[in-house]
Nanobody
Framework: QVQLVESGGGLVQAGGSLRLSCALS????????MAWFRQAPGKEREFVAA????????YYTDSVKGRITISRDNAKNTQYLQMNSLKPEDTAVYYC???????????????WGQGTQVTVSS
């Protein structure tokens, strides 16, 4: 059974940085797309970034471009989200996901992590 385990969340001041990690275990094959979503209180889960496992092609939502970088380590089956210049509006629970059912931007993936809290203070 596939498991995704996130780590790296926490409390940071505006302008600071955090790096999230998501390790995938179980399953018989490598993922083909991994992604990050986030959900703030009272809001819907929204797409942040995604990466294709073989080619490394990346996708970002406009609000994080230039501040956030997604990457992966194929050998470790781990993806990362490097977040710089964080803003209070980045505060949310961040979820790791693998293998979308539809397109990469929609919150319809086969596998989800439990989420990690990111809080950015002003």
């Amino acid at each position: 059974q596939v498991q995704l385990v996130e780590s790296g969340g926490g409390l940071v001041q505006a302008g600071g940085s955090l790096r999230l990690s998501c390790a995938l275990s179980g399953g018989s094959t490598s993922p083909y797309v991994m992604a990050w979503f986030r959900q703030a209180p009272g809001k819907e889960r929204e797409f942040v970034a995604a990466i294709t496992w073989n080619s490394g092609r990346t996708y970002y939502t406009d609000s994080v471009k230039g501040r956030i970088t997604i990457s992966r380590d194929n050998a470790k089956n781990t993806q990362y989200l490097q977040m710089n210049s964080l803003k209070p509006e980045d505060t949310a629970v961040y979820y790791c996901a693998a293998n979308p059912i539809g397109n990469v931007y929609m919150a319809q993936y086969n596998h989800w992590g439990q989420g990690t809290q990111v809080t950015v203070s002003s």
